[in-house]
């Protein structure tokens, strides 16, 4: 099993509508969680860590339930730009912040 | 304030040259990671260091990897004798501190072609 598991899409979804990106993790140990979003040919961005209460900026919302290892993004009234790349990310080593990434779900928002 | 910053952009090798990459973290910044992302893959780790100190080096492929971070601040991956397979963009990350909740700001990473 791999260590962070994503649909990697693509997710192709017209402007204003709501998706949902899910991702599992086998570390139990991993305690931090972020989303980070990588457009075609540039680096990866964070986009915004990832709490057990759930957290929420903006349009984007994140969610962790650490007993069943799953994260989650949904994205509302989605817009061209947020066509890219979506990573989920948790880190594999307690004593520092080494990340480990999952392959990474495509969005595609079209007209 | 100026972000990472990795040089070459791109480099082409002929298998079996030697190649060397360079990272200028963020200034201050106490961690440096080094990654490695294949064509349609998310980034795999392969290498950690704080200030001068390797301290994670169980992600590097095979031992004609090689890196350095000699003064705490710029750092090197050196790849000796190319292989095809070692074809992929290698990305540079730094974070502030150490905490597992600090964010990495990543380089721009430098496309690596081996024929």
Known sequence: RKEVEQDPGPF???E???VAFNCTYSNSASQSFFWYRQDCRKEPKLLMSVYSSGNEDGRFTAQLNRASQYISLLIRD???SDSATYLCVVNRNSGYSTLTFGKGTML???P | GAGVSQSPRYKVAKRGQDVALRCDPISGHVS???YQQALGQGPEFLTY???EAQLDKSGLPSDRF???RPEGSVSTLKIQRTQQEDSAVYLCASS???SVYNEQFFGPGTRLTVL
């Open chain 1, 78 to 80: 989605s817009k061209l």
């Open chain 2, 96 to 98: 502030l501190e150490t």
């Open chain 2, 66 to 68: 090689f890196a350095e």
């Open chain 1, 108 to 110: 595609l928002v079209s």
């Open chain 2, 49 to 51: 260091f704080q200030n």
């Open chain 1, 16 to 18: 204003g509508a709501t």
């Open chain 2, 32 to 34: 440096l990671f080094w």
């Open chain 1, 12 to 14: 192709n979804v017209p």
